[in-house]
């Protein structure tokens, strides 16, 4: 059995190459990646779900306004 991978928002915002608070943004607006409550103030990520998020996010063209969420 595969053990998931929990980083934290500061470690996930790195991973993911954003801002912690961009990354908090687009949690409270949902279009971040999805995340799991670890304790009353604490937040983590698991890395399969920022890689789909990621991925999610590839576009061909600038002019391509679609958000994808997941």
């Known amino acids: 059995m595969e053990q998931r991978r929990i980083?934290?928002?500061?470690?996930a915002a790195r991973y993911v190459a954003l801002?912690?608070?961009t990354l908090e943004k687009k949690r409270c607006d949902g279009t971040g990646?999805?995340?799991?409550?670890?304790g009353s103030r604490a937040i983590g990520?698991?890395?399969r779900d920022l890689d789909e998020w990621i991925e999610?996010?590839?576009r061909r063209s600038t002019s391509d306004?679609?958000?994808?969420?997941?």
């Open 45 to 47: 990520y698991d890395v």
């Open 33 to 38: 990646p999805p995340f799991v409550r670890l």
């Open 19 to 21: 801002a912690e608070s």
């Open 65 to 70: 306004n679609v958000i994808a969420r997941l």
């Open 7 to 11: 980083l934290r928002q500061r470690d």
């Open 56 to 58: 999610a996010q590839k």
